[in-house]
Structure formats: structure tokens, C-alpha cells
């Protein structure tokens, strides 16, 4: 273990807790109430804002802002907390807030997260592990990423919905409500265009768990069933599959609804 490296034109708080093997570059502002923990790297003109903690290996590049004041009228300068990982990357001109009291006062970003240039994660957002948000993607407040999900650049996220495990979202895309786990979206206002094939196969899952997957998409989105009973059926059909019980299981719960199929002739759910 060693002591923190600090450059002298840094300014960092007396009263933040700096944890050993800690980088802090030039120029870059620490201040109270904060906490960093080991092996963090935080680069030239980066700000560590008051209220935040982290774990251990993040990295926050030049000109990020970290535990920013909340963009909501309704915050008054009550105490909130941001709350990182381990080993996340923060890249240039990304924002991420403190939480508000109306989300429960915390802002959750997990670990080994990539989070690239100018995105922004808003107040009370909770981001699970090993997500990637590409340049300037977006989640409005109250967002929920959950592990592994990948958000396109210039994407947005509306307040309060939901993105789960493995979905895909591509980039340009205007998220309106919640996207299912395993599942793909494009389009400024479309909608799901199919599972997520590719990432289904990196999930090395047998070629009968992604059959599974692609027949519930089409008998719960493009089929006339009624969607109740479309998600008691695959449930029933296919309930040896987790990841099929999973997407019944957030489409469900979900407390503004999910997001439609795209229903085009070039929107097919092929292999490819």
C-alpha cells in the first residue's frame, strides 16, 4: 500500500477520505464529504462533487462531473448521495447527480461499468454491473439499467423506465418506456425490433434457450393473443428457461408498460 499521489495544483478537501494508491491529477476538485477508494484514478479537471463515494479502481477522466447538484425543481439542498462501484470507467464530459429525496436520496451506479464521453445519469438513477453507455447517451431520472445492457450513443432514456438485462439499445434511440430483458430497440420513437441475438450468444446459452427467447418475443408481441395470456403460455411452455421467465417476469412488473414491436417487413426477427 502507499499513500495517495495528489498534485500540487489540485484541490482536494481536508475533510474527503482518500484511500491508498489514489491518483489525483492537476487541476482536478475533491470536496468535503467524499470518499474515494483505492486505486481510484481521477484525471486533470475532473470534479469529485461533495456527497459521493466510491470504490476501489474507478477511473473519471478530464472534465467529468461526479455527484453534481440534481437538474429537479423539486431538490432544495437536502443531503443525497452518489454511490460507485469498483472499476468503473467515467469518460470526458460525463455528468452523473445525487440523488433526491423523492428517489430514496441515492443515485447507484455498480461496477465495471463503461460510461463514455458526455453521457449523463441523472438523480436517483440505479445502474447495475457491466453496462456500457456509448458517447453522449442519456437516462432521465429514476432510471433502472440492469446488468450487462448496452445503450447507443445520442440515446435517451425517459424518467423512470426500465432497461433490462442484456437489451440492446440502438443508437438514436428515444426509450419511452421499459425494454425488456434480452431484447433490441432502435428508432427515434419505434419500439423492440427482436431479441438480442448477439448477446445471447456470448451469454453461451444452448441454441434452445435462444429459440425459447425468439418464440416468446413473437407470441407476446406480434402474436393477437391478448398479452396475459401470451405470458401465461411461453411461461407454461417454457418453464425450464430462465431467461424466458425473466422477460415474463419484467414485462409483469412493469409499472409503466412496455415498449411495443416494430411491425414492418424489414423488422424480422432473422438470424444474422
Given at each position: 500500500?502507499?499513500?495517495?499521489?495528489?498534485?500540487p495544483?489540485?484541490?482536494?478537501?481536508?475533510?474527503?477520505?482518500?484511500?491508498d494508491?489514489?491518483?489525483?491529477?492537476?487541476?482536478?476538485?475533491?470536496?468535503?464529504?467524499?470518499?474515494?477508494?483505492?486505486?481510484?484514478?481521477?484525471?486533470?479537471?475532473?470534479?469529485?462533487?461533495?456527497y459521493?463515494?466510491?470504490?476501489?479502481?474507478?477511473?473519471?477522466?478530464?472534465?467529468?462531473l461526479?455527484?453534481?447538484?440534481?437538474?429537479?425543481?423539486?431538490?432544495?439542498?437536502?443531503?443525497?448521495?452518489?454511490?460507485?462501484?469498483?472499476?468503473?470507467?467515467?469518460?470526458?464530459?460525463?455528468?452523473?447527480?445525487r440523488?433526491?429525496?423523492?428517489?430514496?436520496?441515492?443515485?447507484?451506479?455498480?461496477?465495471?461499468?463503461?460510461?463514455m464521453?458526455?453521457?449523463?445519469?441523472?438523480?436517483?438513477?440505479?445502474?447495475?454491473?457491466?453496462v456500457?453507455?456509448?458517447?453522449?447517451?442519456?437516462?432521465?431520472?429514476?432510471?433502472?439499467?440492469?446488468?450487462?445492457?448496452?445503450?447507443?450513443?445520442?440515446?435517451?432514456?425517459?424518467?423512470?423506465?426500465?432497461?433490462?438485462?442484456?437489451?440492446?439499445?440502438?443508437?438514436?434511440?428515444?426509450?419511452?418506456?421499459?425494454?425488456?430483458?434480452?431484447?433490441?430497440?432502435?428508432?427515434?420513437?419505434?419500439?423492440?425490433?427482436?431479441?438480442?441475438?448477439?448477446?445471447?450468444?456470448?451469454?453461451?446459452?444452448?441454441?434452445?434457450?435462444?429459440?425459447?427467447?425468439?418464440?416468446?418475443?413473437?407470441?407476446?408481441?406480434?402474436?393477437?393473443?391478448?398479452?396475459?395470456?401470451?405470458?401465461?403460455?411461453?411461461?407454461?411452455?417454457?418453464?425450464?428457461?430462465?431467461?424466458?421467465?425473466?422477460?415474463?417476469?419484467?414485462?409483469?412488473?412493469?409499472?409503466?408498460?412496455?415498449?411495443?414491436?416494430?411491425r414492418?417487413?424489414?423488422?424480422?426477427?432473422?438470424?444474422?
Open positions: 500500500m502507499s499513500a495517495p499521489t495528489i498534485h495544483s489540485a484541490f482536494v478537501s481536508p475533510k474527503a477520505e482518500i484511500g494508491n489514489v491518483s489525483i491529477g492537476p487541476c482536478a476538485l475533491v470536496e468535503e464529504d467524499v470518499i474515494i477508494g483505492e486505486g481510484c484514478d481521477i484525471h486533470a479537471f475532473a470534479s469529485i462533487k461533495r459521493t463515494r466510491m470504490g476501489r479502481g474507478n477511473v473519471v477522466h478530464s472534465h467529468a461526479v455527484g453534481g447538484l440534481p437538474q429537479d425543481l423539486k431538490f432544495h439542498g437536502e443531503v443525497s448521495w452518489l454511490e460507485l462501484g469498483d472499476n468503473n470507467q467515467i469518460r470526458e464530459f460525463s455528468s452523473l447527480h440523488g433526491t429525496e423523492g428517489g430514496g436520496g441515492l443515485t447507484r451506479v455498480g461496477s465495471n461499468n463503461l460510461i464521453a458526455y453521457c449523463h445519469v441523472a438523480h436517483d438513477c440505479r445502474i447495475g454491473d457491466f456500457v453507455m456509448s458517447n453522449a447517451a442519456t437516462l432521465a431520472g429514476h432510471v433502472e439499467v440492469f446488468d450487462h445492457a448496452i445503450i447507443g450513443g445520442l440515446s435517451a432514456v425517459h424518467q423512470f423506465s426500465r432497461v433490462g438485462r442484456y437489451a440492446f439499445i440502438g443508437g438514436m434511440t428515444g426509450i419511452m418506456q421499459d425494454l425488456p430483458p434480452y431484447m433490441m430497440a432502435a428508432g427515434t420513437r419505434e419500439g423492440i425490433y427482436g431479441p438480442n441475438l448477439v448477446g445471447l450468444r456470448r451469454l453461451r446459452l444452448p441454441s434452445r434457450s435462444i429459440t425459447a427467447v425468439r418464440t416468446a418475443f413473437r407470441r407476446i408481441w406480434l402474436s393477437d393473443t391478448p398479452r396475459q395470456e401470451a405470458l401465461d403460455a411461453v411461461a407454461q411452455e417454457f418453464a425450464d428457461v430462465p431467461e424466458v421467465l425473466e422477460i415474463v417476469e419484467f414485462v409483469r412488473s412493469s409499472p409503466r408498460g412496455v415498449m411495443p414491436a416494430v414492418r417487413a424489414d423488422a424480422k426477427d432473422e438470424e444474422s
